[in-house]
């Protein structure tokens, strides 16, 4: 199957990445030729455009990370908004649209919001990105500011905390600082690789309760 670029249609097989030059006004004609579609997933860099179409297993990883880091915080009774899809744009810098943001110190600038203004409002605390084709860096998120970004590739999580301008990798999360989530995650997802997503839940829920 061919891929389709144009101002008018946007098809990408899926698992597919496309680069392609372009400029910020090239990326917003893309990214809004979508409409209310959130796919393909569009990137802007550096002068270089970035679209990816996902793969089921992309969106499955996404959807069990996330609700595993909801539980993680129902857990402790800790408040956060959780936002997917959502595009992060700066203007001629930078657009990215991750698999899902978290507020958790700064859940309270976030709450009730339909829309946020990334020039004024607090970033996100917590940028979570499934990278199964070699698409996400965690540099990508210094311009906004978010505290904390964790990649996720083949079920291996590495976290990544902004020091100063650029992130550096980290063996535990700031925000889970008693969890060994590498070993967590891993364990959650085979679990639910073999028994399904549910069980996989409700057995880390009842591991919590303990």
């Not at 990883?61 to 899809?85: G, K, M, Q, W």
């Amino acid at each position: 199957m061919y891929a389709v670029i144009s101002r008018e249609k946007i098809h990408l097989p899926p698992g597919s990445v496309m680069r392609m030059p372009g400029t910020w006004q090239d990326y917003c004609t893309l990214r809004d030729s979508r409409g209310n579609s959130s796919i393909p997933r569009i990137k802007y860099r550096d002068g270089e455009i970035l679209l990816m179409s996902p793969l089921p297993r992309h969106g499955r990883e996404a959807h069990l990370l996330a609700r595993i880091v909801e539980i993680l915080l129902d857990s402790e009774n800790r408040n956060y908004e959780a936002f997917t899809p959502i595009t992060m744009d700066s203007p001629e810098v930078g657009g990215i649209e991750p698999d899902y943001c978290f507020y958790i110190d700064n859940w309270q600038a976030a709450v009730g919001k339909d829309r946020i203004n990334w020039q004024t409002d607090p970033p996100p605390d917590l940028v979570i990105e499934i990278d199964v084709t070699t698409y996400t860096a965690a540099e990508d998120y210094a311009p906004y500011g978010v505290s904390e970004v964790w990649l996720l590739k083949r079920s291996d999580l590495k976290m990544y905390a902004l020091q100063g301008e650029t992130y550096a990798l980290q063996p535990r999360s700031r925000y889970f600082p008693g969890v060994d989530l590498p070993e967590l995650i891993a364990q959650v997802f085979a679990t639910a690789a073999e028994q399904g997503t549910g069980v996989a839940l409700r057995n880390l829920r009842q591991q919590l309760m303990r």
